[in-house]
């Protein structure tokens, strides 16, 4: 038996089979979950191609987070068809390419507004969308991603910026949710070659560092172990744990040099 039989999980993200949420979408669907996927605009078509990769081809539903009107009918149609959720992944990244190349100064608020309102503020506006469904499953599970925000990396910028507000945010959702029996926490992942990455002007730049100074060694083609450490949080494996970051990177993060 998986350690998620039975639970229903909404997985946000999915682009292609590269993406991070792939790899935790087939490895839920592996471990017993039933799960939904989301889309959105132009990408659409490709999440619809993509879900036929998976064990079993999953329903994929329409979600710009940005449009309230989706996020009411995604609610709308999960409680028809489930009328609950055991958990939530937020895989959902985007800066507009002036917040990725050149310096700090490179953007202006109309550009780094988008980066935070998609990559970092979406995170309360999935909650907040899917909260009486979370409510209504007794206990569960919100789980988001993060690439380490505490130091400043070569041209990831505003998305940096952003990253260190979906971490701030995560805190505040997990002490505003608990009492609900949810918890948030975020799964601070090492760098993998995803279309997301590829608009990060300094990715190259860790092709080499990463693996030669993880204690654990790290391959940027393989979203495995995200995908385990997403499956063990959605899972009742973490039944006490909120609010926390936890680094899938092959202990980078541990090593001064
Ligand atoms: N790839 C890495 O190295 C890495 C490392 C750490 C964290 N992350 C994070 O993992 C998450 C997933 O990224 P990925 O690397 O799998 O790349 P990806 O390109 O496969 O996934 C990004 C997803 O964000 C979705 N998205 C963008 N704008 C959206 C919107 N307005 N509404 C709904 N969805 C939207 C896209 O459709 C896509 O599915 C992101 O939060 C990213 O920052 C990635």
């Not at 939904?36 to 999440?47: A, F, M, N």
């Not at 990060?200 to 092709?207: I, K």
């Amino acid at each position: 038996m998986g350690i998620l039989e039975g639970k229903k999980i909404l997985i946000t993200g999915v682009l292609n089979d590269q993406s991070l949420a792939f790899g935790a979408a087939k490895l839920a669907q592996e471990q017993g979950a039933e799960i939904v996927l989301t889309g959105v605009g132009r990408g659409l078509s490709i999440t619809q191609r993509t879900a036929r990769k998976l064990p079993i081809t999953p329903e994929v539903l329409e979600l710009d987070i940005t449009n309230p009107d989706h996020l009411d009918a995604v609610k709308s149609h999960i409680a028809s068809k489930w009328n609950k959720l055991d958990g939530i992944l937020h895989s959902i990244g985007f800066a507009p390419s002036a917040c990725l190349e050149g310096d700090i100064f490179n953007a202006q608020w109309s550009d780094v507004s988008v980066a935070l309102e998609v990559s970092a503020y979406s995170l309360k506006a999935l909650v907040e969308g899917m909260l009486p469904l979370l409510i209504t499953a007794g206990t569960s599970s919100v789980v988001g991603l993060d690439f380490d925000a505490t130091v400043a990396w070569p041209g990831y910028n505003w998305m940096g910026v952003s990253k260190a507000a979906l971490e701030s945010l995560s805190r505040y959702l997990a002490r505003d949710v608990g009492k609900h029996k949810i918890r948030v926490n975020l799964i601070s992942a090492g760098p993998v070659k995803t279309i997301a990455a590829k608009s990060v002007s300094g990715f190259n730049a860790f092709e080499t560092l990463w693996g030669d100074r993880s204690p654990l060694g790290w391959s940027l083609t393989d979203s495995e172990p995200v995908a385990k450490a997403i499956v063990a949080f959605l899972s009742d494996w973490f039944p006490a744990t909120t609010g926390e970051i936890v680094h899938v990177d092959g202990g980078y993060h541990a090593m001064g040099a």
